[in-house]
């Protein structure tokens, strides 16, 4: 069976944000942020039309600065939130006066600055209906995102990222700021954003949380987080720490998720080019351990349905597709049910025959030319992801169909 | 000239009377053939066929006068001299004939004389045969008398005897002369059954009946009393037997003491050293045994078999008795023994344990001897071989113990020097002592096990010793076991320090790695062969071959090599994080040096560069002329850097960027950051490179520069072209990296005005 050629879409600027729309469930959608310190940046709306493998892209502004993280609201369409990075000068300090007030800036040098900054935005209504009237049009004077609000406080420092509660309505975020995690409940259609608890990091030298995830198990009350080494469960109903993984990889961590079907169970990857399963019951040691890539790994994802499938993205410019049965929710495959049972032992035999599938690297993809930073299942199509590299190249790849039908059958 | 005629026939009779007598002499003319073929030349004088009418016509044909009268002459004197010799002969022979004729005579006289002595002799003769017969009939009366006195003599004589037999009988038994009195009424018995019914005799038989049952008593006494040697008891065994004792009840009384004299012996103390006990073992117990089983099998099985108790299955009986007595002995000997060789745990000295098994085993084929068909020798051999493995897996857990401690010994002798400047140069000679100490332990402990398999040695000769010992048990249970243990340690070495951040010091992973592939190369076969000699190794089950090993090592030297590039990357890459992380890169001053993180960079790099350079051999590169710095950064800078800068802030073209920079990859390879390195020190340093300058590029574009930090970052790159270039095999690569750097903080750049090239080079330069 001949899979499908991967559909490849370049961005004129480098990025580096990718998210799957979270609350769009028909179509495939993805959403991406550009880098770009002296062109205003965009968001790209990528629609992926699986039938004709097509791809139609929408362009928004987001005139605030570059973006270096994105995430979608799981409850509205039209509701994300973005981390950038916001560069003054004197040259620009006028045109920026408005934000500098709520930014969180920690520098106050003579001549110029660089802040991080969180802000809530909702995309134009009719940002769909423009762009198929004229394609040409909104590529030339593309509709800009409508500002929400800001997930800024002085008091704390440079967002890393922002997480939305996962299956949530939308009203609650978690913001990470320097050694502060945020959890922000949002009023008034988002347009309001009140801080209802903090954690802050404490311990030697300057803490910094890289990255984290919010898990979609105990009734979205845990939290995982990553610094440097180390990676650590909050429970946000005390804001305290539950667990801790020291030295979870030798180098900086990058990137965490939970599988959406075993409770426990959590992967991280990070510098020291591996991925790694834990139990977050048992943190001593390690419940798998991937030693594919050849540099840094920045982005590890669960499918969403089929656990068993996990993709890691990592700056030897490679994606990697692994099928962990071992330690999936369904480690003996596709369960077979009684009535099948009874139709016919052989069948059953012949089942068992094959059954025993192995953890394995399903596939390595090398479309892309320089690091990947970022890589999404689809929340519409569990066979579909995407990846992006910093040179600005986003590639559409679907699970190998042999994979697929061996997992649904 | 008719009297010439009788002349010339005359030789010829001569010649034929001379040969018939030389016929009867049976003698041979010396020097002649007797067959001289005969000339028919009827001229020949000599010859048979002579013709004298012919001889005469023909001289008187052919000679003159003179001749014919010289002839003549001469004929008259050889008739002449023929006619003496004749008569001399004739005189001769008459002369024999006269003195036969008086011998013939005289014989004649001599066997009258000699007839009439012989007639005398013949009548003398019969007078004496006339004489004997007479006198023999006088004396035959008296002769029969005699022999029928000498009859009634012994008759009493045996008489007397059966009389005398109880006195005789109790005063043995006073004395204690079992023997003698046992033989004795053996000798009476059957008399004394035979005449029962006459009462004196039947008395008689009573008498003896008594005494020779208290003397059984006696005897029984004696056997149960048990406080004799072995050889009164089996003296005393002998006796009860001859006394038609029951032999079965009699087999076990006599195990029971023998068991409870073997039974007190005293079990040496454990202090004493293994020979010793062994010896004590030896010399006491299975000497004892040995003699027990001699007088057993001597009085109920060799004894029995001759008399009339072979017919009640005796043998048979007293050999199944002995057997289960001898079993179960040994096997608690056995288990003491046991005991003790497990206590022998040093593995110093192995001799003393070789030479008390082969006591130990060497007197056990006594009892096989003594006793064919018995478990005992089996089951001592088995102990034999139980020992031989324990042994060996005492060696190699002693061979893994010293090789975890040299590694320790090398650790700190790498980690102590550190500090003085030839702190890298002692990593050769480490290796070297290292790889040799190890060697020498291999070999001595090879030398220690050999001894199971020396000739003197008793049981060396056994199948196992001969073949599975040494294929299964030395082969591979030691040699191969611990080589693999070697490259498995080695590995651990990789995957316990990856999480812990670095336990292990690079430079012993260096020299691991090195030593593994020592191993790959030589010593793993120098190793095996050098076993597969001293023990002979016939391979009847399959064993390990070299190439498997070799590949084993092969890969622990490789995973150990590509785990110091990383470790040793890691280290160079945090140092350069660190300075790209902690700078504020946005207000920095305009660059007036080299940052001193990338000085040290360069010089850590150099370090290892020795440390590597020390193990490892140079490896290729591709080839770069001599300038090579200067050259290839004038390209550097001038064509493709600049391109870049320019598109980058040309604002109407925001695609350019982009488009050249996919261009310039389309056309370079992809580079594998912790790929695999081969074993040559460029390839290590390309990898160490390699792991830096990539870390290097993440981290500048995660950051944001002013002006003057992109002038430093451009500063920096161009110092670390112009030292790292040398280190790598394909200069072209640290270019690309350095170039990505470079491109990325420029693309990361709020207002990117790039340094002069010339500024840069000088304040490089400067240092």
Redesign the interface.
Known sequence: MEDDAPVIYGLEFQARALTAQTAETDAVRFLVGTQSLKFDNQIHIIDFDDENNIINKNVLLHQAGEIWHIGASPADKAVLTTCYNKSESHCFLLSVAPFAASLCSSFFSSDSRVVSCAAVWRMPSDWETGSHESPDESAHNPQTLELLCHLDDSTHGNAACVLWEPMGDGKRVISLADNHALLWDLQESSTQATVSSTATLEGKGQLKFTSGKWSPHHNCSQLATANDTAIRGWDLRTMSQIYCIENAHGQLVRDLDFNPNRQYYLASCGDDCKVKFWDVRSVQEPVKTLEEHSHWVWSVRYNHSHDQLVLTASSDSRLILSNMVSISSEPFGHLVDDEELSEGEELHQEDKGKEPLKDSVVSTYEEHEDSVYAAEWSSADPWLFASLSYDGRLVINRVPRALKYRILL | LAGSVPVAEDPGRRRRVHGMLKLYYGLNEEGKAPEQPESLDPCDINGPHFDPELYLNKLRRECSLTELMDQETCMVRQIRSLDSDMQTLVYENYNKFISATDTIRKMKNDFKKMEDEMDCLSANMAAITEFSARISGTLQDQHAQITKLSGVHTLLRKLQFLFELPARLNKCLELQAYAQAVNTHRRARCVLQQYSHLPSFKGIQDDCHAIMDKLAQELRQKFRDGGSSAKDLSECVELLLQLDEPAEELCDKFLSHARSRLDSLPSPASNTDILEFIDRGCNEFVSSLCLVITSYQELFINHAQKGELASKNIPQMANGKLHVFVDDLAARYFMLVERRIQEEKGVGDNSLLVRALDRFHRRLQAVAKLLPGSAVPNKGTEIVIRAATERVKQYLSALQSFYMDSLTDVRQALATPRLSVAGTSVAGPLLSSLSASILNQIKSVLASVHLFTAKDITFSNKPYFKGEFCSQGVRESLVVSFIKFVCQSSRQFCETA????GSTPPALLLLLSRLCLDYETSTISYILTLTDEQFLVQHHSPVTPVTTLCAEAREAAQKLLNHYVKVQG?IISQMLRKSVETR?W??TIEPRNVRAVMKRVVEDTTSIDVQVGLLYEEGVRKAHSSDSSKRTFSVYSSSRQQARYAAS?T?SA??DT?LL??IH??FSE?I????SVEFNKVSVMTGIIKISL?TFL?CV?LR?F?RYGLQQIQVDCHYLQMYLWRFVSDENLVHFLLDEIVGSAA?????PAPMEQSVIEVICERG
């Not at chain 2, 990856?498 to 951040?501: A, E, H, L, N, R």
């Not at chain 2, 594998?672 to 790929?675: L, Q």
């Not at chain 2, 693309?747 to 207002?751: E, G, P, W």
Request: proline share 6%; with cysteine; net charge positive.
């Open positions: 990856g999480d812990k951040g890691l504020d946005v207000n802030y604002p925001p695609m982009n920079s996919n990859k389309l992809r594998d950051i912790f790929s990539k993440e574009r944001t002013g693309h990361r750049c709020l207002d």
